[in-house]
């Protein structure tokens, strides 16, 4: 900086350099050029993943239904002895356990694909919630927890999603369980809110959780890589509540355990017609 003879300080005025810029605008280009083609990479890599997962599922379930159906043949064999009946349920947990790994899988890569359609249509929720609670039994009976649903009067028939909501319910269900230890208690609670959305609450007496914020990004937990199937499990259902335009609430209660809150928006069969 300068000083002119009225006593003013000058700033100098710094010659452009145009051989400068032009490198730093070609700079520019090639990176953008390069980011261009990693992103046509990825999506051609996420394209050839979810062609690899469906692929892999079909090839899967076929074998897989037969084993899930023949250890059901078997368990209803009525001279089975108590260890062949304990070896068959093993066959049908594990096989049960790798069905829903591979729809969680195929699920995860269809939600990471792009939005998905909802197909709205009229059902009873306690219904919905009955079979579910039914396909969730095996587990509790197995740890020994007790399972309660409590519904207010109006929660009857709905409009919504059934495939995706009973999907959410049993996934968030199953997980509450396997929180719980022998002889805890899973309970229940669903109402409607202004008529408008379906408020489920699930109710465990697990453990508390100190970080809500990394329940739903194990990559963010120290045991990243070790995800279990009940955890990929949440992660798939927030993202099944996100595309129903819904919302999933983790609380610690006061006393022992967490209470789940799903809200997903419903309308009256009245409303609907």
């Known amino acids: 900086m300068t000083e002119n003879p009225k006593g003013k300080n000058i700033t100098p005025v710094v010659p452009v350099d145009d051989e400068r810029i032009a490198g730093l605008i070609e700079q520019l280009q090639t990176r953008t050029v390069e980011l261009e083609e990693a992103n046509r990479e990825l999506r051609h890599v996420s394209h050839y993943r979810s062609l690899f997962l469906a692929r892999m599922s079909h090839e899967l379930r076929t074998p897989l239904t037969s084993i899930l159906g023949f250890a059901e043949i078997m368990l209803d064999q009525e001279k089975l002895s108590e260890p062949q009946r304990r070896f068959c349920q093993k066959i049908q947990n594990s096989g049960m356990q790798l069905l829903a790994t591979l729809n969680q899988l195929v699920d995860l890569s269809r939600l990471e ?14 219904d919905t919630l009955r079979e579910t609670c039914v396909a969730v039994g095996r587990q509790a009976q197995k740890r020994e927890v007790e399972i309660e649903c409590n519904l207010e009067p109006e929660v009857n028939t709905i409009v919504s ?4 909501l009973r999907q959410v319910l049993y996934t968030f269900l199953a997980w509450a369980v396997s929180r719980s230890q022998e ?3 899973v309970t229940i609670d669903a109402k ?8 489920v609450q699930i109710n465990d007496e697990g453990e508390s959780i100190k970080d809500m914020s990394r329940v739903f990004d194990p990559e963010d937990t120290p045991r990243a890589g070790k995800t279990d199937l009940n955890e990929l499990g949440i992660i798939v259902g927030r993202r099944l509540i996100e595309l129903m335009k819904g919302s999933v609430t983790l609380e610690n209660r006061d006393s022992i355990g967490l209470r789940t809150i799903i809200e997903v928006p419903t309308i ?3 409303a609907a017609a």
């Open 183 to 185: 002889g805890q208690r």
């Open 192 to 199: 409607l809110l202004d008529g408008s959305s379906l408020q």
């Open 113 to 126: 694909a792009g939005p998905a359609e909802l197909f709205l249509q009229e059902l009873s929720f306690p």
């Open 161 to 164: 999603d059934r495939g995706r």
């Open 268 to 270: 009256s069969p009245k």
